[in-house]
């Protein structure tokens, strides 16, 4: 695939309903393999903005198969990759070489037990809200992680519960721009909405 004139080799499950169709019934399926449209809404934001991450430590959460934390290495940042599947950070690692890159720090990590003390400029995210019972411990990871002056870049394939997210940041002394763009998909292009969120006293830049 190509962003911004970036080309980007990533191993991805192409036909999920030939995934799910193979898989046992009793199977946990690999959401983390497969590229969401939410992932390809914030890599193509950050191309056009690279100065959001470029020389900065970045902490890319659920990281799945990695396009956005590549994306911001490619850019210039320092990027640590998160995720509680060690598939899935295998597959980050895997789809780094393919592109030729040095694959990123890793953190092997369940959101619900953060035991991470570092502190991060810009934390991405993709596609993470979708579990209304995962927003308090994602909120508590995004204060615990993200630096002062940080901010957290968020992608929801405009669902309820990203909107709802929303609010709940807002309700915790987070600051907010939110806007949206239009991903070509199939069936039909997706609408997806982007956050952009600094936690009570930082500085929020509106383009």
């Not at 995934?19 to 809404?41: N, Q, R």
């Not at 901010?151 to 394939?157: E, Q, T, W």
Request: proline share 5%; hydrophobic share 50%; aromatic share 8%.
């Amino acid at each position: 695939m190509c962003i911004a004139g970036m080309e980007f080799r990533l191993l991805v499950v192409r036909d999920v309903g030939a995934l799910l169709a193979a898989l046992p019934g009793d199977a946990e399926i690999p959401y983390w393999a497969i590229l969401w449209e939410s992932a390809i809404a914030l890599a193509e934001w950050l191309a056009e903005h690279p100065e959001w991450v470029r020389g900065k430590r970045v902490l890319e959460l659920g990281a799945g198969v990695g396009l956005c934390g590549l994306m911001a290495q490619r850019l210039g940042a320092q990027v640590v990759q998160s995720d509680y599947q060690p598939d899935a950070l295998a597959l980050c690692a895997y789809n780094a070489r393919l592109n030729g890159l040095e694959p990123p720090a890793q953190l092997l990590m369940d959101w619900r037990d953060w035991q991470h003390a570092e502190r991060y400029e810009v934390i991405l995210g993709s596609d993470l809200v979708y579990d209304r019972a995962l927003h308090a411990p994602l909120l508590r990871v995004l204060e615990r992680a993200l630096a002062p002056t940080g901010v957290a870049l968020l992608a929801d394939p405009w669902r309820d519960a990203g909107w709802e997210f929303a609010d709940k940041l807002l309700a915790s002394g987070w600051r907010l721009n939110l806007d949206s763009r239009i991903v070509s998909a199939q069936p039909q292009p997706r609408e997806v909405l982007l956050i952009q969120g600094v936690f009570r006293n930082g500085l929020l830049a509106t383009d």
